[in-house]
Protein backbone atom coordinates (compact mmCIF):
# COMPACT_ATOMS: atom_id res chain seq x y z
CA UNK A 1 0.00 0.00 0.00
CA UNK A 2 0.93 3.76 -0.82
CA UNK A 3 2.07 5.21 2.46
CA UNK A 4 2.89 8.65 0.93
CA UNK A 5 0.09 10.24 2.67
CA UNK A 6 1.38 10.33 6.05
CA UNK A 7 2.00 13.91 5.25
CA UNK A 8 -1.09 15.17 3.38
CA UNK A 9 -3.82 16.71 4.17
CA UNK A 10 -7.04 15.92 2.84
CA UNK A 11 -9.88 19.10 2.42
CA UNK A 12 -13.40 18.01 2.48
CA UNK A 13 -15.99 19.82 -0.06
CA UNK A 14 -20.00 19.70 0.50
CA UNK A 15 -20.04 20.77 -2.84
CA UNK A 16 -24.11 21.90 -2.09
CA UNK A 17 -22.65 24.38 0.09
CA UNK A 18 -19.17 25.60 -1.28
CA UNK A 19 -19.50 27.62 -4.09
CA UNK A 20 -22.26 28.35 -6.01
CA UNK A 21 -21.73 29.43 -10.32
CA UNK A 22 -24.75 28.68 -11.90
CA UNK A 23 -27.24 31.03 -9.46
CA UNK A 24 -29.49 28.42 -8.86
CA UNK A 25 -28.59 28.63 -5.07
CA UNK A 26 -26.74 24.97 -4.51
CA UNK A 27 -22.68 25.20 -4.86
CA UNK A 28 -21.22 23.32 -7.72
CA UNK A 29 -18.18 21.92 -9.99
CA UNK A 30 -17.01 24.32 -11.60
CA UNK A 31 -17.39 26.44 -7.93
CA UNK A 32 -14.73 23.94 -6.93
CA UNK A 33 -12.67 24.91 -9.68
CA UNK A 34 -12.70 28.21 -9.40
CA UNK A 35 -11.78 27.85 -5.57
CA UNK A 36 -8.86 25.78 -6.42
CA UNK A 37 -6.46 28.12 -6.03
CA UNK A 38 -7.63 29.25 -2.53
CA UNK A 39 -7.13 25.36 -1.51
CA UNK A 40 -3.77 25.29 -3.07
CA UNK A 41 -3.16 28.34 -0.87
CA UNK A 42 -4.21 26.44 2.32
CA UNK A 43 -1.67 23.58 1.45
CA UNK A 44 -3.74 20.85 0.87
CA UNK A 45 -2.53 17.74 -0.86
CA UNK A 46 -5.78 16.01 -1.80
CA UNK A 47 -9.96 17.06 -2.02
CA UNK A 48 -12.72 14.64 -0.89
CA UNK A 49 -15.94 15.29 -2.68
CA UNK A 50 -19.24 14.46 -1.37
CA UNK A 51 -21.51 12.81 -3.57
CA UNK A 52 -22.34 14.59 -6.83
CA UNK A 53 -23.90 11.88 -8.84
CA UNK A 54 -27.34 11.50 -9.79
CA UNK A 55 -30.04 11.25 -7.31
CA UNK A 56 -33.05 11.97 -6.12
CA UNK A 57 -31.27 14.00 -3.10
CA UNK A 58 -33.97 12.41 -0.39
CA UNK A 59 -29.84 12.33 1.55
CA UNK A 60 -28.31 15.09 -0.41
CA UNK A 61 -26.57 12.97 -2.61
CA UNK A 62 -25.99 9.71 -0.14
CA UNK A 63 -28.79 7.86 -2.42
CA UNK A 64 -27.16 7.57 -5.61
CA UNK A 65 -29.59 6.52 -8.21
CA UNK A 66 -26.58 5.96 -10.86
CA UNK A 67 -23.04 5.79 -10.13
CA UNK A 68 -21.70 7.09 -13.54
CA UNK A 69 -23.43 9.78 -14.03
CA UNK A 70 -23.21 13.42 -12.63
CA UNK A 71 -26.11 14.98 -11.21
CA UNK A 72 -27.28 18.33 -13.60
CA UNK A 73 -27.67 20.49 -10.11
CA UNK A 74 -23.39 19.94 -9.63
CA UNK A 75 -23.03 19.95 -13.08
CA UNK A 76 -21.58 18.04 -15.69
CA UNK A 77 -18.97 15.40 -16.87
CA UNK A 78 -17.20 18.23 -18.49
CA UNK A 79 -17.03 19.91 -15.46
CA UNK A 80 -15.46 17.11 -13.42
CA UNK A 81 -13.17 16.37 -16.08
CA UNK A 82 -12.39 19.89 -16.37
CA UNK A 83 -11.55 19.67 -12.43
CA UNK A 84 -9.37 17.09 -12.74
CA UNK A 85 -6.95 18.47 -15.13
CA UNK A 86 -6.99 21.47 -12.90
CA UNK A 87 -6.44 19.71 -9.62
CA UNK A 88 -3.71 17.94 -11.65
CA UNK A 89 -2.08 21.19 -12.17
CA UNK A 90 -2.60 22.52 -9.09
CA UNK A 91 -0.82 18.72 -7.63
CA UNK A 92 -4.25 18.02 -6.02
CA UNK A 93 -5.52 15.06 -6.09
CA UNK A 94 -9.68 13.89 -5.64
CA UNK A 95 -11.22 11.66 -3.50
CA UNK A 96 -14.41 10.69 -4.54
CA UNK A 97 -17.08 9.62 -2.37
CA UNK A 98 -18.76 5.76 -2.77
CA UNK A 99 -22.24 5.38 -1.24
CA UNK A 100 -21.87 1.13 -1.55
CA UNK A 101 -23.84 0.13 1.35
CA UNK A 102 -26.81 0.82 -0.38
CA UNK A 103 -28.29 2.19 -3.48
CA UNK A 104 -31.34 5.07 -4.01
CA UNK A 105 -34.71 3.65 -4.64
CA UNK A 106 -34.61 4.78 -7.88
CA UNK A 107 -31.48 3.16 -9.03
CA UNK A 108 -32.19 0.44 -11.75
CA UNK A 109 -31.17 -2.41 -10.16
CA UNK A 110 -34.19 -1.46 -7.46
CA UNK A 111 -36.30 -0.52 -9.94
CA UNK A 112 -36.22 -3.60 -11.66
CA UNK A 113 -35.93 -5.56 -8.15
CA UNK A 114 -39.55 -4.31 -7.60
CA UNK A 115 -40.82 -5.31 -11.06
CA UNK A 116 -40.00 -8.54 -9.62
CA UNK A 117 -37.06 -9.44 -11.88
CA UNK A 118 -35.00 -12.17 -9.44
CA UNK A 119 -31.48 -11.34 -10.61
CA UNK A 120 -32.05 -7.56 -9.08
CA UNK A 121 -33.88 -8.35 -6.07
CA UNK A 122 -30.73 -10.51 -5.16
CA UNK A 123 -29.15 -7.46 -5.12
CA UNK A 124 -30.60 -6.53 -2.22
CA UNK A 125 -32.32 -7.93 1.12
CA UNK A 126 -35.92 -9.01 0.18
CA UNK A 127 -37.65 -10.97 2.64
CA UNK A 128 -41.18 -12.40 3.74
CA UNK A 129 -42.07 -11.15 7.26
CA UNK A 130 -42.65 -12.86 10.03
CA UNK A 131 -46.48 -12.77 9.86
CA UNK A 132 -48.86 -10.08 8.87
CA UNK A 133 -47.35 -6.53 9.06
CA UNK A 134 -44.28 -7.72 11.29
CA UNK A 135 -40.71 -7.23 9.85
CA UNK A 136 -38.62 -10.47 8.86
CA UNK A 137 -36.42 -9.15 11.86
CA UNK A 138 -35.98 -6.58 15.00
CA UNK A 139 -33.80 -4.62 13.12
CA UNK A 140 -33.58 -0.70 14.07
CA UNK A 141 -33.39 1.91 11.57
CA UNK A 142 -30.35 4.10 12.33
CA UNK A 143 -31.35 7.52 11.40
CA UNK A 144 -34.76 7.34 12.42
CA UNK A 145 -37.11 5.36 15.50
CA UNK A 146 -38.79 2.39 13.51
CA UNK A 147 -37.80 -0.81 11.69
CA UNK A 148 -35.04 -1.36 9.42
CA UNK A 149 -37.22 -2.71 7.32
CA UNK A 150 -39.84 -1.42 4.61
CA UNK A 151 -43.18 -3.46 3.36
CA UNK A 152 -43.57 -3.92 -0.11
CA UNK A 153 -47.24 -4.64 -0.71
CA UNK A 154 -46.97 -5.94 -4.50
CA UNK A 155 -44.70 -8.40 -3.90
CA UNK A 156 -45.33 -9.03 -0.33
CA UNK A 157 -41.60 -8.80 0.76
CA UNK A 158 -39.86 -6.33 2.45
CA UNK A 159 -36.45 -4.82 2.38
CA UNK A 160 -33.69 -3.77 4.17
CA UNK A 161 -32.66 -0.10 4.86
CA UNK A 162 -30.28 0.52 7.99
CA UNK A 163 -30.82 4.18 6.60
CA UNK A 164 -33.90 5.80 4.78
CA UNK A 165 -35.96 4.14 3.61
CA UNK A 166 -35.55 5.17 0.23
CA UNK A 167 -31.96 4.11 0.44
CA UNK A 168 -32.33 0.07 0.27
CA UNK A 169 -28.94 -1.74 1.85
CA UNK A 170 -26.93 -3.53 -1.27
CA UNK A 171 -26.45 -7.53 -0.95
CA UNK A 172 -22.88 -7.53 -0.37
CA UNK A 173 -23.33 -11.50 -0.51
CA UNK A 174 -24.09 -11.33 -3.69
CA UNK A 175 -20.90 -11.71 -5.92
CA UNK A 176 -22.65 -10.15 -9.02
CA UNK A 177 -23.13 -6.79 -6.75
CA UNK A 178 -19.32 -7.09 -5.58
CA UNK A 179 -18.48 -6.85 -9.55
CA UNK A 180 -20.95 -4.01 -9.98
CA UNK A 181 -18.88 -2.13 -7.25
CA UNK A 182 -15.67 -2.61 -8.53
CA UNK A 183 -16.75 -1.75 -12.06
CA UNK A 184 -17.75 1.87 -10.20
CA UNK A 185 -14.15 1.80 -8.86
CA UNK A 186 -12.02 1.40 -12.15
CA UNK A 187 -14.39 3.93 -14.03
CA UNK A 188 -13.51 6.77 -12.07
CA UNK A 189 -9.87 5.68 -11.58
CA UNK A 190 -10.15 5.81 -14.94
CA UNK A 191 -11.10 8.97 -14.98
CA UNK A 192 -7.93 10.09 -13.14
CA UNK A 193 -9.31 10.53 -9.41
CA UNK A 194 -6.63 10.01 -6.78
CA UNK A 195 -8.43 8.09 -4.14
CA UNK A 196 -11.54 7.04 -2.18
CA UNK A 197 -13.85 7.50 0.64
CA UNK A 198 -15.84 4.79 1.57
CA UNK A 199 -19.31 5.96 2.99
CA UNK A 200 -20.10 3.75 6.14
CA UNK A 201 -18.22 0.71 4.48
CA UNK A 202 -18.14 -1.45 8.03
CA UNK A 203 -22.21 -2.33 7.87
CA UNK A 204 -21.79 -3.74 4.32
CA UNK A 205 -20.99 -7.68 5.63
CA UNK A 206 -24.52 -9.01 7.37
CA UNK A 207 -24.71 -11.91 9.19
CA UNK A 208 -26.23 -14.93 7.77
CA UNK A 209 -29.70 -15.63 7.82
CA UNK A 210 -30.26 -12.00 9.40
CA UNK A 211 -31.26 -13.36 12.96
CA UNK A 212 -32.88 -10.97 15.60
CA UNK A 213 -30.73 -8.75 17.93
CA UNK A 214 -31.25 -8.75 21.82
CA UNK A 215 -29.77 -5.16 21.99
CA UNK A 216 -31.55 -2.51 23.84
CA UNK A 217 -34.45 -1.03 22.02
CA UNK A 218 -33.38 1.37 19.56
CA UNK A 219 -29.99 -0.38 19.03
CA UNK A 220 -31.04 -4.09 17.59
CA UNK A 221 -29.01 -5.04 14.81
CA UNK A 222 -26.26 -2.96 15.36
CA UNK A 223 -23.70 -5.36 16.99
CA UNK A 224 -24.52 -8.22 14.31
CA UNK A 225 -23.64 -5.78 11.01
CA UNK A 226 -21.21 -3.47 12.61
CA UNK A 227 -17.81 -4.75 11.32
CA UNK A 228 -19.91 -7.73 10.03
CA UNK A 229 -18.45 -11.33 9.32
CA UNK A 230 -17.04 -11.09 6.39
CA UNK A 231 -16.30 -7.45 6.25
CA UNK A 232 -12.44 -7.23 6.13
CA UNK A 233 -12.41 -10.01 2.96
CA UNK A 234 -15.07 -7.69 0.63
CA UNK A 235 -12.67 -4.90 1.64
CA UNK A 236 -8.96 -6.81 0.55
CA UNK A 237 -11.10 -8.04 -2.53
CA UNK A 238 -12.63 -4.71 -3.18
CA UNK A 239 -9.09 -2.79 -2.99
CA UNK A 240 -6.97 -5.60 -4.80
CA UNK A 241 -9.41 -6.04 -7.56
CA UNK A 242 -9.72 -2.80 -8.89
CA UNK A 243 -5.74 -1.63 -7.67
CA UNK A 244 -6.96 0.88 -5.70
CA UNK A 245 -4.21 0.45 -3.37
CA UNK A 246 -1.73 2.55 -4.59
CA UNK A 247 -4.27 5.15 -4.01
CA UNK A 248 -5.18 7.48 -0.62
CA UNK A 249 -8.85 5.72 0.71
CA UNK A 250 -10.23 5.85 3.78
CA UNK A 251 -13.67 4.34 5.04
CA UNK A 252 -16.14 6.04 7.09
CA UNK A 253 -16.39 3.37 9.97
CA UNK A 254 -19.66 3.43 11.97
CA UNK A 255 -19.61 2.58 15.76
CA UNK A 256 -16.76 0.37 14.61
CA UNK A 257 -13.75 -1.09 17.07
CA UNK A 258 -10.47 -0.85 17.26
CA UNK A 259 -9.67 -3.91 16.50
CA UNK A 260 -11.35 -3.77 13.26
CA UNK A 261 -9.77 -0.05 12.59
CA UNK A 262 -6.39 -1.41 12.95
CA UNK A 263 -6.62 -4.31 10.62
CA UNK A 264 -8.86 -1.92 7.76
CA UNK A 265 -5.34 0.25 7.92
CA UNK A 266 -2.79 -2.17 8.17
CA UNK A 267 -0.59 -1.74 4.90
CA UNK A 268 0.13 -5.30 4.30
CA UNK A 269 -3.87 -6.39 4.99
CA UNK A 270 -4.75 -4.26 1.58
CA UNK A 271 -8.02 -2.78 2.76
CA UNK A 272 -7.77 0.59 3.39
CA UNK A 273 -5.05 3.35 3.74
CA UNK A 274 -7.00 4.39 7.03
CA UNK A 275 -10.03 4.52 8.80
CA UNK A 276 -12.91 7.43 10.38
CA UNK A 277 -13.92 6.47 13.69
CA UNK A 278 -16.42 8.59 15.62
CA UNK A 279 -16.15 7.75 19.40
CA UNK A 280 -14.62 10.85 20.12
CA UNK A 281 -17.17 12.99 18.99
CA UNK A 282 -19.82 11.30 21.28
CA UNK A 283 -18.35 12.62 24.75
CA UNK A 284 -20.87 15.40 24.29
CA UNK A 285 -24.00 12.28 23.49
CA UNK A 286 -25.61 12.16 26.88
CA UNK A 287 -26.15 8.10 27.91
CA UNK A 288 -25.02 7.91 24.17
CA UNK A 289 -28.04 9.36 22.70
CA UNK A 290 -27.32 11.81 20.04
CA UNK A 291 -30.40 13.97 20.16
CA UNK A 292 -29.88 14.74 24.16
CA UNK A 293 -27.20 17.29 25.00
CA UNK A 294 -24.20 18.33 27.30
CA UNK A 295 -21.71 19.61 27.96
CA UNK A 296 -18.76 17.57 26.51
CA UNK A 297 -16.70 15.21 28.87
CA UNK A 298 -13.10 16.28 28.63
CA UNK A 299 -11.85 13.13 30.58
CA UNK A 300 -13.38 11.07 28.35
CA UNK A 301 -12.67 12.72 25.40
CA UNK A 302 -8.60 12.92 26.30
CA UNK A 303 -8.71 9.11 27.10
CA UNK A 304 -9.99 7.85 23.82
CA UNK A 305 -8.03 10.31 21.80
CA UNK A 306 -5.03 8.85 23.54
CA UNK A 307 -6.14 5.22 23.19
CA UNK A 308 -6.66 5.54 19.90
CA UNK A 309 -3.40 6.86 18.92
CA UNK A 310 -1.37 4.49 20.89
CA UNK A 311 -2.62 1.38 19.99
CA UNK A 312 -3.23 2.20 16.28
CA UNK A 313 0.46 2.97 16.25
CA UNK A 314 0.80 -0.10 18.12
CA UNK A 315 -1.22 -2.54 15.97
CA UNK A 316 0.50 -0.48 12.96
CA UNK A 317 -3.17 1.30 11.43
CA UNK A 318 -3.45 4.48 10.45
CA UNK A 319 -6.08 7.25 11.81
CA UNK A 320 -7.67 10.08 9.79
CA UNK A 321 -7.87 12.85 11.96
CA UNK A 322 -10.77 15.06 11.93
CA UNK A 323 -12.77 16.90 14.39
CA UNK A 324 -15.35 18.09 11.41
CA UNK A 325 -17.75 16.95 8.61
CA UNK A 326 -21.14 17.48 6.42
CA UNK A 327 -22.77 15.23 9.61
CA UNK A 328 -21.22 16.82 12.46
CA UNK A 329 -21.86 20.08 13.92
CA UNK A 330 -19.08 23.10 14.17
CA UNK A 331 -16.61 21.76 16.13
CA UNK A 332 -15.67 25.55 17.56
CA UNK A 333 -19.29 25.94 19.05
CA UNK A 334 -18.59 22.17 20.45
CA UNK A 335 -15.81 21.43 22.07
CA UNK A 336 -14.56 25.04 21.49
CA UNK A 337 -16.28 28.40 22.51
CA UNK A 338 -17.87 30.25 19.46
CA UNK A 339 -18.57 33.59 22.18
CA UNK A 340 -15.34 34.80 23.43
CA UNK A 341 -12.56 32.64 22.95
CA UNK A 342 -13.96 31.94 19.23
CA UNK A 343 -10.53 32.80 17.90
CA UNK A 344 -8.53 31.06 20.45
CA UNK A 345 -10.72 27.54 21.18
CA UNK A 346 -10.70 27.31 17.11
CA UNK A 347 -6.91 27.53 17.34
CA UNK A 348 -6.76 25.48 19.84
CA UNK A 349 -8.91 22.26 18.44
CA UNK A 350 -7.13 22.58 15.44
CA UNK A 351 -3.51 22.43 16.89
CA UNK A 352 -4.32 19.31 18.82
CA UNK A 353 -5.60 17.61 16.51
CA UNK A 354 -3.25 18.03 13.44
CA UNK A 355 -0.19 17.70 15.71
CA UNK A 356 -1.48 13.71 16.40
CA UNK A 357 -0.38 10.95 14.42
CA UNK A 358 -2.24 10.31 11.42
CA UNK A 359 -3.71 12.08 8.48
CA UNK A 360 -5.99 15.29 8.96
CA UNK A 361 -8.92 16.06 7.42
CA UNK A 362 -10.35 19.86 7.14
CA UNK A 363 -13.93 20.21 6.64
CA UNK A 364 -14.64 23.60 4.19
CA UNK A 365 -15.02 26.68 6.81
CA UNK A 366 -13.61 24.84 9.44
CA UNK A 367 -10.39 26.81 8.40
CA UNK A 368 -12.27 29.70 9.38
CA UNK A 369 -13.60 28.89 12.36
CA UNK A 370 -17.43 28.81 10.91
CA UNK A 371 -19.54 27.67 13.65
CA UNK A 372 -23.08 26.67 14.55
CA UNK A 373 -26.40 27.99 12.99
CA UNK A 374 -27.13 31.08 15.24
CA UNK A 375 -30.45 32.47 13.30
CA UNK A 376 -32.24 28.60 12.80
CA UNK A 377 -35.04 29.71 14.80
CA UNK A 378 -37.61 27.22 13.55
CA UNK A 379 -37.84 23.52 12.10
CA UNK A 380 -38.38 25.29 8.35
CA UNK A 381 -35.16 26.99 8.45
CA UNK A 382 -33.55 22.99 8.47
CA UNK A 383 -33.27 20.68 5.43
CA UNK A 384 -31.42 17.44 6.42
CA UNK A 385 -33.86 14.27 6.89
CA UNK A 386 -32.39 12.94 10.21
CA UNK A 387 -33.35 16.67 11.66
CA UNK A 388 -36.61 16.46 10.53
CA UNK A 389 -37.44 12.88 11.81
CA UNK A 390 -35.61 13.67 15.51
CA UNK A 391 -37.41 16.87 15.73
CA UNK A 392 -40.93 15.22 14.98
CA UNK A 393 -39.37 11.85 17.81
CA UNK A 394 -38.28 14.42 20.48
CA UNK A 395 -41.80 16.32 20.80
CA UNK A 396 -43.16 12.57 20.43
CA UNK A 397 -41.20 12.00 23.84
CA UNK A 398 -43.11 14.84 25.18
CA UNK A 399 -40.30 18.03 24.61
CA UNK A 400 -41.62 21.43 23.89
CA UNK A 401 -41.42 22.45 20.72
CA UNK A 402 -38.73 25.28 22.24
CA UNK A 403 -36.64 22.39 24.03
CA UNK A 404 -36.90 20.27 20.74
CA UNK A 405 -34.98 22.99 18.91
CA UNK A 406 -32.52 23.89 21.16
CA UNK A 407 -31.58 20.32 20.64
CA UNK A 408 -31.76 19.95 16.75
CA UNK A 409 -29.73 23.51 17.01
CA UNK A 410 -27.13 21.79 18.86
CA UNK A 411 -27.37 18.51 17.11
CA UNK A 412 -28.35 18.92 13.48
CA UNK A 413 -26.02 17.90 10.96
CA UNK A 414 -27.66 21.19 8.90
CA UNK A 415 -25.19 23.24 11.38
CA UNK A 416 -22.13 21.65 9.12
CA UNK A 417 -23.80 22.37 5.88
CA UNK A 418 -24.56 26.49 6.09
CA UNK A 419 -22.91 27.98 2.96
CA UNK A 420 -19.11 28.74 3.09
CA UNK A 421 -18.60 32.07 4.27
CA UNK A 422 -15.88 33.69 1.24
CA UNK A 423 -16.97 37.20 1.96
CA UNK A 424 -18.60 39.85 4.64
CA UNK A 425 -21.92 40.65 2.62
CA UNK A 426 -24.70 39.14 4.33
CA UNK A 427 -26.73 40.44 1.24
CA UNK A 428 -24.64 38.44 -1.21
CA UNK A 429 -25.32 35.39 1.00
CA UNK A 430 -21.04 35.87 2.19
CA UNK A 431 -20.05 35.29 -1.58
CA UNK A 432 -21.77 31.84 -1.85
CA UNK A 433 -24.73 32.25 -4.44
CA UNK A 434 -26.20 35.66 -6.53
CA UNK A 435 -29.48 33.25 -6.22
CA UNK A 436 -31.02 32.10 -3.09
CA UNK A 437 -28.86 29.45 -1.16
CA UNK A 438 -30.61 25.91 -0.98
CA UNK A 439 -30.08 26.41 2.98
CA UNK A 440 -30.25 29.68 4.73
CA UNK A 441 -26.28 31.46 5.41
CA UNK A 442 -25.55 31.77 9.09
CA UNK A 443 -25.93 35.37 10.06
CA UNK A 444 -22.60 35.69 11.42
CA UNK A 445 -20.75 36.18 8.10
CA UNK A 446 -19.97 39.89 8.71
CA UNK A 447 -17.57 38.60 11.47
CA UNK A 448 -16.58 35.12 10.34
CA UNK A 449 -15.48 34.79 6.50
CA UNK A 450 -12.35 33.83 3.78
CA UNK A 451 -12.06 37.71 3.01
CA UNK A 452 -11.18 38.87 6.29
CA UNK A 453 -8.85 36.35 7.18
CA UNK A 454 -6.75 35.07 4.37
CA UNK A 455 -4.14 38.08 4.66
CA UNK A 456 -4.66 38.29 8.40
CA UNK A 457 -1.34 36.47 9.78
CA UNK A 458 -3.04 36.07 12.94
CA UNK A 459 -6.15 34.66 11.93
CA UNK A 460 -7.61 31.12 12.07
CA UNK A 461 -6.78 30.95 8.10
CA UNK A 462 -3.32 31.34 8.67
CA UNK A 463 -2.87 29.13 11.50
CA UNK A 464 -4.40 25.99 9.77
CA UNK A 465 -2.04 26.86 6.85
CA UNK A 466 0.94 26.86 9.12
CA UNK A 467 -0.88 23.28 10.57
CA UNK A 468 -0.72 21.67 7.56
CA UNK A 469 2.99 23.05 6.43
CA UNK A 470 4.31 22.01 9.79
CA UNK A 471 3.14 18.65 8.81
CA UNK A 472 5.34 18.53 6.15
CA UNK A 473 8.28 20.00 7.64
CA UNK A 474 8.56 18.21 10.76
CA UNK A 475 9.06 13.96 10.01
CA UNK A 476 8.19 13.72 13.73
CA UNK A 477 4.49 14.68 13.31
CA UNK A 478 3.61 12.51 10.68
CA UNK A 479 5.77 9.29 11.78
CA UNK A 480 6.64 9.62 15.31
CA UNK A 481 4.97 7.84 18.44
CA UNK A 482 2.72 9.54 20.71
CA UNK A 483 3.09 10.07 24.49
CA UNK A 484 0.53 11.18 26.78
CA UNK A 485 1.28 13.90 29.24
CA UNK A 486 -0.68 15.31 31.67
CA UNK A 487 -2.91 12.66 31.62
CA UNK A 488 -4.76 13.37 34.97
CA UNK A 489 -5.09 17.55 34.10
CA UNK A 490 -8.58 17.85 33.99
CA UNK A 491 -8.21 21.02 31.62
CA UNK A 492 -4.97 20.05 29.83
CA UNK A 493 -4.64 18.06 26.47
CA UNK A 494 -1.06 17.08 26.23
CA UNK A 495 1.77 15.09 24.29
CA UNK A 496 4.64 14.88 23.21
CA UNK A 497 5.96 13.39 19.48
CA UNK A 498 8.97 11.80 20.07
CA UNK A 499 10.66 10.16 16.42
CA UNK A 500 14.07 8.45 16.82
CA UNK A 501 15.80 7.67 13.35
CA UNK A 502 19.71 7.46 11.96
CA UNK A 503 19.03 11.52 11.96
CA UNK A 504 19.19 11.25 15.71
CA UNK A 505 16.19 12.40 18.07
CA UNK A 506 12.79 14.63 17.18
CA UNK A 507 10.73 15.70 19.68
CA UNK A 508 7.46 18.22 20.19
CA UNK A 509 5.48 18.68 22.85
CA UNK A 510 2.12 19.69 22.16
CA UNK A 511 -0.13 21.18 24.89
CA UNK A 512 -4.14 22.40 24.40
CA UNK A 513 -6.40 23.50 27.42
CA UNK A 514 -9.23 22.41 26.65
CA UNK A 515 -10.78 25.32 28.99
CA UNK A 516 -12.24 28.89 29.31
CA UNK A 517 -10.44 29.18 32.36
CA UNK A 518 -7.13 29.55 33.46
CA UNK A 519 -5.16 26.28 33.76
CA UNK A 520 -2.73 25.66 36.43
CA UNK A 521 -0.05 22.96 36.23
CA UNK A 522 0.96 21.65 39.39
CA UNK A 523 4.55 22.08 40.98
CA UNK A 524 4.07 17.80 40.87
CA UNK A 525 3.72 17.57 37.51
CA UNK A 526 5.80 20.40 35.94
CA UNK A 527 9.10 21.13 38.07
CA UNK A 528 10.09 24.76 36.70
CA UNK A 529 13.01 24.99 38.72
CA UNK A 530 15.06 23.35 35.93
CA UNK A 531 15.42 19.76 37.14
CA UNK A 532 14.29 17.08 35.83
CA UNK A 533 10.08 16.63 36.28
CA UNK A 534 8.09 13.39 35.81
CA UNK A 535 4.82 14.02 33.64
CA UNK A 536 2.68 11.23 31.73
CA UNK A 537 4.96 8.46 30.86
CA UNK A 538 8.08 9.49 29.76
CA UNK A 539 10.45 12.37 31.65
CA UNK A 540 10.62 16.24 30.21
CA UNK A 541 12.19 18.71 31.42
CA UNK A 542 10.12 21.75 30.81
CA UNK A 543 12.84 24.03 31.38
CA UNK A 544 13.63 23.11 28.29
CA UNK A 545 11.01 25.30 27.18
CA UNK A 546 13.45 28.11 27.48
CA UNK A 547 15.73 27.25 25.15
CA UNK A 548 13.68 25.07 22.77
CA UNK A 549 12.34 26.49 19.44
CA UNK A 550 8.36 27.66 19.43
CA UNK A 551 6.93 26.20 16.12
CA UNK A 552 3.11 28.00 16.75
CA UNK A 553 0.86 29.35 19.46
CA UNK A 554 -2.31 30.84 19.57
CA UNK A 555 -1.42 33.66 22.30
CA UNK A 556 1.03 36.39 21.90
CA UNK A 557 4.21 35.54 24.47
CA UNK A 558 3.28 31.74 24.76
CA UNK A 559 6.50 30.23 25.94
CA UNK A 560 6.51 32.55 28.79
CA UNK A 561 3.16 31.76 30.57
CA UNK A 562 3.74 27.93 30.25
CA UNK A 563 7.16 28.22 31.42
CA UNK A 564 4.89 30.07 34.84
CA UNK A 565 2.66 26.87 34.75
CA UNK A 566 -0.27 28.97 33.27
CA UNK A 567 -2.12 28.45 30.60
CA UNK A 568 -4.90 31.40 29.35
CA UNK A 569 -8.06 30.15 28.45
CA UNK A 570 -7.77 28.06 25.34
CA UNK A 571 -4.35 28.48 24.96
CA UNK A 572 -2.18 25.89 22.95
CA UNK A 573 0.91 26.07 21.75
CA UNK A 574 3.41 23.42 20.26
CA UNK A 575 7.39 23.28 20.86
CA UNK A 576 10.59 21.50 19.19
CA UNK A 577 12.45 20.23 22.30
C1 LIG B 1 -22.73 8.60 5.91
C2 LIG B 1 -22.79 9.96 5.30
C3 LIG B 1 -24.10 10.58 5.65
C4 LIG B 1 -25.21 9.73 5.09
C5 LIG B 1 -25.07 8.28 5.53
C6 LIG B 1 -25.90 7.36 4.70
O1 LIG B 1 -22.75 8.63 7.28
O2 LIG B 1 -21.69 10.71 5.71
O3 LIG B 1 -24.21 11.90 5.24
O4 LIG B 1 -26.44 10.20 5.51
O5 LIG B 1 -23.75 7.81 5.40
O6 LIG B 1 -25.38 7.24 3.42
Given amino acids: MNTDFHKSTVYQIYPRSFQDTSGNGTGDLKGITRKLDYLKGIGVDYLWITPFFVSPQVDNGYDVADYYRIDPLFGTMEDLEELIAEADRYEIGLMLDMVFNHTSDEHEWFQKALAGEKKYMDFYYFRRGKGPGVPPNNWDNRVAPGSAWEYVPHLDLWYLHLYDRKQPDLNWENPLVREELKKVVRFWVEKGVKGFRFDVVNLVSKPEGLPDDNAEEGMNGKQLYTDGPKIHEFLHELTADTGIASLVTVGEMASTGLSHCIRYSKPENEELSMTFSFHHLKTDYKDGK ?31 LFWCNHDQPR ?96 KANGGFTDGTPWLKCNSNVADINVESQINDPDSIYSFYKKLVSLRKEQEVIAEGDVIPCLENHPQIFAYQRVLKNAEGEQKILVICNFTGKEAVIGKEELNFAGEEAVIGKEELNFADIEDSRLLISNYKDTSVQIRNGRLRPFEAAAYQI
Fill in 290 to 320: KWEVMPNDFMALKKLLFTWQQEMKRGGGWNA
Fill in 331 to 426: IVSRYGDDGKYWKESAKMLGLAIHMLRGTPYIYQGEEIGMTNVKNYDCIQDFNDTETQDNYKALLKQGKSPEEALRIICARSRDNGRTPMQWTADP
